[in-house]
């Protein structure tokens, strides 16, 4: 049997920032490999792949992503948490299907398949890629950080960058220069009243000015700056997105990016989990094509991409269970 924590400590020990996940698919496929699994390695782009492993071909299927956010920070642990880069979004999760697989394995279910993809944190490049692989199963289980209870939606994200370009001046005499900041400051006002939508399961959008940059120093009128926000969607985008591109003055363009759709779930959930939504964006709108989705995972998402991320160890091992119970469950309502 997979032991899931000493799994998790192998893979948060690799740093594999999205753009580098070489060693994490590397250490999976030949773990996979060893237990009997037919693996497939899938080009997304030069030394970056996909990895597809079956025993059987899948009625469900397992997914997760390996790349990490920067800052890599290196494994460490106590006796009540793995801390570290990944270790719960999402390698942590990772090692909790691998070990879900297994134990179905071990009670004669076969048929699940193990889906590990590269790109998720920015851009999600091998979820799109994904879709080419066969076979897909009737059941897809996307994991991130649930807090192991049942997910039914999540919003979507749309990436917004503002470009302004003004005209470079000593301070003292500002008549001479355009300043960019002023004309950037005034764009994101505007952005900033626009009303977001509110979705009765998924609750009201939200905005964030995530990033700030301009100017050269405090004594020259600045030629350029730019920002780049982020809108939490609970719905289609096609309407933000003109607001959005009619708050741009002269000298400022807008960009959208990169665009992750809010998700609800169409699938009833089976009887007895206990839901929830979540306010993040994930892969799992583009697994469109591989049956029924859930996504599923422990861990909080609270503490990914900071200094703190953490998994508890006791949490970890019950995510394997609930990872059995819910591909149980599935494929017992199926037959």
């Known amino acids: 049997m997979v032991d899931p924590v000493q799994l998790t400590r192998d893979l948060v020990s690799l740093e594999t920032p999205t753009g580098r996940e070489g060693p994490a698919v590397g250490l999976l496929a030949g773990l996979l490999e060893r237990l009997g699994y037919h693996t497939i390695r899938q080009p997304v782009s030069p030394g970056r792949d996909n990895l597809y492993a079956y025993r059987e071909p899948p009625e469900l299927v397992f997914s997760t992503h390996l790349d990490c956010v920067p800052p890599f920070i290196p494994l460490r642990e106590d006796d009540i948490h793995l801390h570290g880069r990944g270790t719960c979004d999402a390698k942590g999760l990772a090692a909790a299907m691998v070990a879900a697989a297994e134990?179905?394995?071990?009670r004669g279910e076969r048929r699940i398949g193990l889906l590990f993809v590269v790109g998720e944190e920015n851009g999600s490049d091998g979820a799109h890629r994904a879709g080419d692989l066969v076979p897909k199963g009737r059941w897809f289980i996307n994991g991130e950080p649930t807090e192991n209870?049942?997910?039914?939606?999540?919003?979507?994200?749309?990436?917004?960058?503002?470009?302004?370009?003004g005209r470079a001046a000593h301070s003292g005499y500002p008549q001479e220069g355009r300043s960019a900041i002023l004309m950037l400051l005034e764009v994101l006002a505007r952005i900033h009243r626009i009303p977001l939508p509110t979705d009765p399961v998924l609750g009201s959008g939200t905005?964030?000015?995530?990033?700030?940059?301009?100017?050269?120093?405090?004594?020259?009128?600045?030629?350029s700056a730019r920002a780049e926000l982020l809108m939490r969607l609970v719905g289609p985008a096609?309407?933000?997105r003109g607001e959005v591109a009619a708050c741009a003055v002269e000298g400022v363009t807008i960009s959208c990016p990169v665009e992750l759709p809010a998700?609800?779930?169409?699938?009833?959930?089976?009887?007895g989990w206990e839901t929830t939504v979540v306010g993040y964006a994930s892969d799992l709108p583009f697994f469109q094509d591989w049956g029924a989705r859930f996504q599923l995972g422990p861990g909080t998402i609270r503490v990914a991409h900071t200094g703190e991320e953490r998994i508890a160890k006791a949490e970890l091992l019950a995510g394997v269970e609930k990872y059995v119970q819910l591909a149980q469950d599935?494929?017992?309502?199926?037959?």
Not at 103 to 106: F, H
Not at 149 to 155: A, D, E, M, N, P
């Open 103 to 106: 134990r179905l394995a071990a």
């Open 149 to 165: 209870r049942l997910c039914v939606g999540q919003k979507g994200s749309l990436k917004i960058v503002v470009e302004a370009v």
């Open 207 to 223: 905005l964030n000015i995530g990033v700030l940059q301009g100017g050269v120093a405090p004594n020259v009128i600045p030629a």
């Open 238 to 240: 096609d309407r933000l």
């Open 263 to 271: 998700f609800r779930n169409p699938a009833s959930p089976p009887p």
């Open 330 to 335: 599935l494929m017992g309502i199926g037959r």
